[in-house]
T-cell receptor
């Protein structure tokens, strides 16, 4: 079983819809990182979380440490949000290494 | 933008040939990483460096070596490339001075390597 699981693997939605991407992990962590990978391949950091919630524009990230779960929400989605969203955790149990999820591919239709 | 460049951006080579990928950063960051990204897998750590001449293996280090003789350059070498090393390779840095345990990573643009 992967230590970081993302769901769904693929998501297609209409422009304007509220999007939720989930990340569950099985290891103790010191922080969780949400990344965005554009169709051209570049990877951009979105949020770094250790507790609670963070908001940037239309993006909101939450984390529940007790439940070992994080969500990334996109409000008023737009075709330019189409990308792969990657969850990564910094493990307390593996020499502080970063463990990546396989990503969620999001496609927003105009 | 953390000032990270990778070269080359694309490379096609033949099995058995040596290949060196370069990661260059301009902001004197101490920590640098090499990852590979393949379909069906998350990013996987190949090697990382905590400073000049201070490197260590990641989870998929077999067939790869690294060198860091200067702070700004982290080189990844495939001594004898194999088809299984066809992948997209990303370099990343952790900004110096961030608190331990909260280190955010910033990625280079990637190198697409094809081994025929």
């Amino acid at each position: 079983k992967n230590e970081v699981e993302q769901s769904p693997q693929n998501l297609t939605a209409q422009e304007g819809e509220f999007i939720t991407i989930n990340c569950s992990y099985s290891v103790g962590i010191s922080a969780l990182h949400w990344l965005q990978q554009h169709p051209g391949g570049g990877i951009v950091s979105l949020f770094m979380l250790s507790s609670g919630k963070k908001k940037h524009g239309r993006l909101i990230a939450t984390i529940n440490i007790q439940e070992k779960h994080s969500s990334l929400h996109i409000t008023a989605s737009h075709p330019r949000d189409s990308a792969v969203y990657i969850c990564a955790v910094r493990s307390e149990n593996r020499d502080d290494k970063i463990i990546f999820g396989k990503g969620t591919r999001l496609h927003i239709l105009p | 933008d953390a000032g990270i460049t990778q070269s080359p951006r694309h490379k096609v080579t033949e099995t058995g040939t040596p290949v060196t990928l370069r990661c260059h950063q301009t902001e004197n960051h101490r920590y640098m990483y090499w990852y590979r990204q393949d379909p069906g897998h998350g990013l996987r750590l190949i090697h990382y460096s905590y400073g000049v001449k201070d490197t260590d293996k990641g989870e998929v280090s077999d067939g790869y070596s690294v060198s860091r003789s200067k702070t700004e350059d982290f080189l990844l070498t495939l001594e004898s490339a194999t088809s299984s090393q066809t992948s997209v390779y990303f370099c990343a840095i952790t900004p110096t001075g961030t608190a331990p345990g909260f280190n955010e990573q910033f990625f280079g643009p990637g190198t697409r390597l094809t081994v025929l």
